[in-house]
């Protein structure tokens, strides 16, 4: 199994009154590539406060975190943000999209930030034909349903071709039936883009959809599922 990422003893605290509040007690995971990797954990387990760390948003106060074979844990700021605009991309349960901007526009601006080199016409909308909306192109985020402006959000998180994907809840304000259109299309991303999806959820129905399943609460991960071998730790 090659792994894009992997945690070893990932430790955060934040400072409250009284003391430290230690969000993560010793995170180890292995992200394999490519593959839909689930963090599985209710609100408050530390699901993502790791997503954090791991997506190069935040530092961890021990332990390591090993990218594409490099230890970014005591990377400066300038180097995350490098490495956010170039070799990650980020999904959000809000969607984020830009309110006065197509969703041509949208995943076109998405190429600018990263310095995409290549044709910018030709990816946008190889992009949005991924995920099924290059009739779409035209439209404003307010013209599209939620699954629809989900679906952008994931064409301009691929845009960039980025190593690794970062998903927040991406199905948290979506119904059943659209929730599991999106896990389809990071399936058919995985096999087409051979793009790695990380993706926080507390949605039982989605668990089978990943290829690893680690299921996190108070800061601890609980248990491991390995369903590209059919096993569970």
Sequence with gaps: MEEILRTEDVK???PVAGGD???LKGISIVVPKPSLTILKGRSGSGKTTLLNIIGALDAPTSGKVIFDGKDISDASDKERELLRRQEIGFIFQSVALIPVMTAYENVEFAL???GYNGDYKAR?????KLVGLSKRASHMPQELSGGEQQRVAIARAIAHKPKIIFADE???ELDSATSLQVISIFKDLIEKEGI???MTTHDPKLMGYGDM????LDGEVISTTNNMNGGEN
């Design 12 to 14: 955060r605290a934040f």
């Design 21 to 23: 509040f230690w969000a």
């Design 112 to 114: 600018r930030l990263a």
């Design 124 to 128: 946008v909308m190889e992009c949005l």
């Design 170 to 172: 991406p199905t948290g």
């Design 196 to 198: 790695t999806f990380v």
């Design 213 to 216: 399943v680690y299921e996190i």
